[in-house]
C-alpha cells in the first residue's frame, strides 16, 4: 500500500525567504505525485503534478517540486514566499492504474512571518 | 477551466436529521468522482468513490447505509449523511476527474461544512 509522510507539522518562514516542505511517499513502482494547497475552510488546489519526464516540476504561483526516486522525495519549493502563501499544503500519492485513489500525506501548515 | 462546486457550503442540523450535500462538476463531465471527510487540522481521508450510474465503492470503515452516494449524472454527485449524529460533525470534500482530460488528476470543491447539533 502507498503512503505519504510530511514530516514538519508546522513551518514559519519569514515572507521573501525561501522555503522548502518535505514530503517522501512510500510506494512500489513510479507513483503519480501532487502538492495541493488548502487555505483555511476551503477545498484543496492543485500546485502541481508529477506523472513522468523532467524530474522538476513547475507549478503555479511560483512553485516547483522535484522527484527523486533515490529517496522516494517530492519536495515542494519557492524561492521567496509571499504572505498569501500561508496555508496548508498537502503532498499526494496516486497508484498507478490505482483508480486514481489518492493517498494524502498529514499536511504542512506554513506560516508567514511580515 | 475544472471547476469542481458543493452545495452547501456549510450546514447545521439536528441529531437524527438526514443531510444532503451536492457536488458538481461545472464545465467539464467527470469520469470519477471522490468524496473526503476531513477532521480539524487533519489529512483528508477518502470516503468513497463513484462512477456515474454506478455503485459507489466505499472505503474500509465507511458505513455505506449511513454515507449514502448517489452518481446520477456526469456532473453531479451526492452525499446523504443519514441520521445525522455529533460525530458525524465534520468537512466534507468531493473531487472529481475529467473525463475529457487526465484521468489521474482530481479537483477538488470548496468543502462543505457540517455541524450536527
Known amino acids: 500500500a502507498q503512503s505519504v509522510t510530511q514530516p514538519d507539522i508546522h513551518i514559519t518562514v519569514s515572507e521573501g525567504a525561501s522555503l522548502e516542505l518535505r514530503c517522501n511517499y512510500s510506494?512500489?513502482?513510479?507513483?503519480?505525485l501532487f502538492w495541493y494547497v488548502q487555505s483555511p475552510g476551503q477545498g484543496l488546489q492543485l500546485l502541481l503534478k508529477?506523472?513522468?519526464?523532467?524530474?522538476l516540476v513547475q507549478g503555479i504561483k511560483g512553485f516547483e517540486a522535484e522527484f527523486k526516486r533515490s529517496q522516494s522525495s517530492f519536495n515542494l519549493r519557492k524561492p521567496s514566499v509571499h504572505w498569501s502563501d500561508a496555508a496548508e499544503y498537502f503532498c499526494?500519492?496516486?497508484?498507478?492504474?490505482?483508480?486514481?485513489?489518492?493517498?494524502f500525506g498529514t499536511g504542512t501548515q506554513l506560516k508567514v512571518e511580515l | 477551466g475544472a471547476v469542481v462546486s458543493q452545495h452547501p457550503s456549510w450546514v447545521i442540523c439536528k441529531s437524527g436529521t438526514s443531510v444532503k450535500i451536492e457536488c458538481r462538476s461545472l464545465?467539464?463531465?467527470?469520469?470519477?468522482m471522490f468524496w473526503y471527510r476531513q477532521f480539524p487540522k487533519q489529512s483528508l481521508m477518502l470516503m468513497a468513490t463513484?462512477?456515474?450510474?454506478?455503485?459507489?465503492?466505499?472505503e474500509q470503515g465507511v458505513e455505506k447505509d449511513k454515507f449514502l452516494i448517489n452518481h446520477a449524472s456526469l456532473t453531479l454527485s451526492t452525499l446523504t449523511v443519514t441520521s445525522a449524529h455529533p460525530e458525524d460533525s465534520s468537512f466534507y470534500i468531493c473531487?472529481?476527474?475529467?473525463?475529457?482530460?487526465?484521468?489521474?488528476?482530481?479537483?477538488f470543491g470548496p468543502g462543505t461544512r457540517l455541524t450536527v447539533l
Open positions: 473531487s472529481a476527474t475529467d473525463r475529457g482530460g487526465n484521468t489521474d488528476t482530481q479537483y
Open positions: 510506494y512500489g513502482a513510479t507513483p503519480y
Open positions: 508529477y506523472f513522468s519526464g523532467d524530474t
Open positions: 499526494a500519492v496516486g497508484a498507478r492504474g490505482g483508480g486514481n485513489k489518492l493517498t
Open positions: 464545465d467539464f463531465q467527470a469520469t470519477t
Open positions: 463513484s462512477n456515474e450510474g454506478s455503485k459507489a465503492t466505499y
